[in-house]
């Protein structure tokens, strides 16, 4: 009897490889690659039965004789593998692949009587004739009693902090006995400012107790050939802070399974996604991309055509709408879920929370500004004592300062070196975001991904202006006209964006007027109406406690429509201090309810599954489309 390691090793020489020795005693289940690769070593031995006819013809029996033997030998070989796949499931279901068995047992039968025949001088073809009407039954049984047992599916996530977008995929495939699951976090890169790479960094020591991590450098992907891979980084080598290690770019990891599947690390506030993102080598050379919601895969297909076109499939059948994972973590998952150290839980008694989420972008487009105003913040919680600061920068701040900031990179380490010494404030650069979004009473920072997240919480959101970088700031205003009943403004809210609105002087009530290009504000038809002078903008500084609040926390209900509705923007009369205020406020408390279920509405339209299922439905899909 042939032995293990022999089996293997000759299967492997045969095509690409099964299994490493380490590994085969884990694979005692049918998969589908398994099965399609033994009909593979089938049609091997129907090409070798054509070439005896061959031999016959030409009577080179020595060399016929050889071939025999050959086939024999693969057929032993074939029978081992499938013995060795079975016999474990055979035991607890009665399951038998008897059948193909004997068939191969009758095909040796058959290739000995072969040769008996073919070497006599009045023998015809008949036997191998006979040889290859029973490699048909032997195909025929493969196909019929050897049916997959299980899928194997492998995700690889990078950093620990974005393995949200995967868990609830995980959870849903890990849960199916017909499934094994593998979650084999991989080793990146920093990329030095002359895009060479940096660092290496692997962080599967930061995942969750409850996750079984595969050490990357003991699960081949290239031998094991999982039914579907996972991923969440799309960018192979495009992206200019970090990369994955190169043997888990998407355009190399396709052509290890039939099944590459990329769910994006992000999610979007609202329909469409940037060109960057549908045009990434991870939607170029994934067989699936999971979106969020039907309006987004729209968005993908249309510029997917116009960058891509059909060349790696058809985008209509590679995007699939069915949400995201990271919005099922946010619903499925309470505050009582997370656990705090004891430090910060010694912090917060008594006090809200608001969650300072500082990103990419700031970094990139603010420069030194930013940092200016990274201070100020800072200095604006810490004169506080009934709010605790709870600060998240975006985990690659310091790679994206060591590579397109670097004359900045000193500057910001002494920040954060500071605030972290001085242990008034929680600074967490965990991979749990959900916590901090659990617990926090309110949302701070920039625009990004984790604003429609924040906001099925249904709690008040803020989004910073790194221009305002003092409290009673009126330098943001532009003109103002005093009709005599109102006051009508405009404000800068960036440096693209400026806004209308008029102050009810007699009620002190604040109104929404609308926004337009910052070019409109010089023009004749307003200048010409602005009646300005220095005690005219005092005045209006002195007054803005009465008037902001007013406005601010009588927003509408009725009025919040889209994510964009639920935001709250930080500008001259919307300042940081006035939505701490109204955080730790229990005025209006009937408005903050219906504000806060309306948020929740809100956000939830803009996702498939808001019910917390994507990552069952996306399992379920997937597994659906490796099983054809």
Known sequence: MINEGRSIEILRDAKHGVCTRQQAFVRKFMRKYHQKMILELLKSLEEATDNLKKLFSKKEFQALTNLLADCQESAVQIGQFIEQLEGEQEQKTQRTSRTTIAYLEEYCELLYLANEELNKPESGAGPIKKLQKQIIKIEESVKSDLKPDKIEIVFFPYKASMWDSLESIWLAAKDDPACDAYVVPIPYYDKNPDGAFGQMHYEGDKYPDYVPVVDWQKYNVEERRPDAVFIHNPYDGGNYVTSVHQDYYAERLKGFTDCLVYVPYFVVGGYTVDENFAAAAGCVH?????????????????????????????????????????????????????????????????????????????????????????????????????????????????????????????????????????????????????????????????????????????????????????????????NIYDDGDNYWIVAMWDISHVILFKIDKRHNQTEYIGGFPKEIVNTQWLSEKVKVSGGNIQNLCKVEDKIVPNWFLVKNPDMVNNISDCLYREFVFCKLSDFLNHIVSDETIENKTALRSKRMDVARQIIENADGTCGIKTYEYVKSEVSK
């Open 286 to 478: 994934a067989h699936k991309v999971i979106t969020q919601s039907e309006k987004v895969r729209e968005s993908y297909i249309k510029t997917y055509k116009k960058l891509i076109g059909n060349a790696q499939g058809k985008p209509e059948e590679k995007f699939i709408a069915l949400g995201s994972p990271k919005f099922d973590a946010v619903i499925n998952k309470k505050r009582e879920d997370f656990k705090m150290p004891d430090e910060w839980v010694k912090m917060i008694a008594g006090k809200k929370i608001v969650l300072y989420n500082t990103s990419l972008n700031a970094i990139l487009k603010g420069d030194g500004k930013y940092l200016e105003k990274l201070r100020w913040v800072i200095e604006t919680f810490k004169g506080r004592d009934d709010i605790v600061l709870w600060w998240r920068p975006h985990p690659l701040s310091e790679s994206t300062y060591k590579s397109m900031r670097s004359h900045l990179l000193e500057e910001y380490i002494n920040i954060v070196g500071e605030y972290k010494r001085q242990g008034w404030g929680i600074y967490d650069d965990t991979s749990d975001l959900h916590r901090a979004i659990a617990w926090s009473d309110g949302y701070y920072g920039t625009t990004g991904s984790l604003l429609p997240l924040y906001a099925c919480y249904g709690k008040p959101l803020m989004v910073q202006n790194i221009s305002i970088i003092r409290d009673n700031n009126c330098s943001d205003l532009g």
